[in-house]
Structures are given as C-alpha cells and as structure tokens.
C-alpha cells in the first residue's frame, strides 16, 4: 500500500524536510547568514572591558571610592633583635626607646607605635627576644620610597649605637627603595 505525505505540524521538522530536500540553498544560506553576521560584527566594532577600571558592583563602588580620595599610606617596621636581652631588661627597652625616638623625629613619619606601650604588646615575641616598631610614611604610597632614606639612615645610626642588637627596616617603601637604588646602580655600572 501506498501512503501519502502527511503534513509535518512541528516546525522543526518542516524546516528539516525542507533543508535536506534543498541542502545547497540551505547550505549556502547559512553561509551568507555567518559572512553578514561577521561583516555587521567588524562594523559596530568590539568594545573591550578597561582592565585599570573597577570592577561591577559593590567592590567596583569601593574600588572608586577607595582610588578617589583614601590614598593609603606606606607601612614600615623596624625589627629589633637580642640573643641575649630580653624585653624588660634596661637595655633592650633602651635599644627599642632609641629607634622609637630617632624615627618619630623623622620628617614625614606618621603612626609610630611602640612595643613598649602597653596597647602594642603584641608587637613583643613570645620569648622577648624580638621587638617591632611600626610606623606608616605619610602621603601616598606611591611615593614613598623617594622619603624613606632618612628613616633608613636613622635606622643605620641605631644599629650603630646598638651593636649588639639586630636592627633592620622592613616595609613597602624600604623594599621599593632597595629596587630603586638596585636598578640604579646596576645602570651606572654597566658598561
């Protein structure tokens, strides 16, 4: 028996009857459809996302507002070591109260917190022997390590007042610092 074609009611399945009994037209139709699609693409363009903009949202909004006006400042800290003193000894306290003393002296320092203040305790290690003092350097911290020399130097100057007690500097501006003087003498000595 002989069974005639029975209309398709899905739309899917007509389009499909239709594009294998005209698969050249549909091929090439296609074809055409991705050629336009790539010609109207290269017209309107590509907009490409600024990767130094915030971000979306609530962390972009703090992002903006953090970049508008709350320039953070550099934070240092001075690290102040004994094999054999301890905190509450005279000398150790004197050691600490000396390179307190020389850096809040400093131009351009700011938040000087010792460890001998009841509130910094913590900046005291557990066995007594290692002490910190924190400070910030004011302004931004972008150009912070065009004012650290000082410090530095008053840093030198207590470990040389206090031979027997590690004394180093350790922060955003003294790291930048020792690049900056790295590079620059690198490109002096070359050559």
């Given amino acids: 028996m002989f069974r005639a074609k029975q209309p398709h ?5 007509r389009m499909g009857r239709w594009s294998a009994d005209h698969w050249k037209t549909a091929t090439f139709g296609w074809l055409a459809l991705v050629i336009v699609a790539f010609g109207i693409g290269g017209a309107v363009g590509v907009k490409n996302v600024d990767p130094n903009t915030a971000g979306p949202g609530e962390s972009g909004r703090m992002d903006r507002i953090l970049d508008a006006g709350f320039k953070q400042p550099a934070s240092e800290s001075i690290l102040i070591q004994s094999s054999t003193a301890r905190a509450g000894d005279p000398e150790f306290e004197a050691a600490v109260a000396d390179v307190v003393s020389r850096v ?15 509130v910094n305790s913590g900046q005291i290690s557990k066995d007594g022997r290692s002490a910190l003092v924190e400070f910030d350097i004011s302004g931004d911290k972008v150009d912070a390590s065009d004012k650290v020399a000082p410090i530095l130097d008053e840093v030198d100057a207590a470990k040389k007042a206090h031979p027997g007690y590690f004394i180093g500097e350790f922060g955003d501006a003294s790291a930048m610092h020792a690049v900056d003087t790295a ?9």
């Fill in 104 to 118: 809040s002296k400093t131009a351009d320092v700011q938040n000087v917190k010792s460890p001998l203040d009841a």
């Fill in 9 to 13: 009611s899905n739309l899917a399945a």
């Fill in 183 to 191: 590079f620059s003498f690198t490109a002096s000595s070359a050559p």
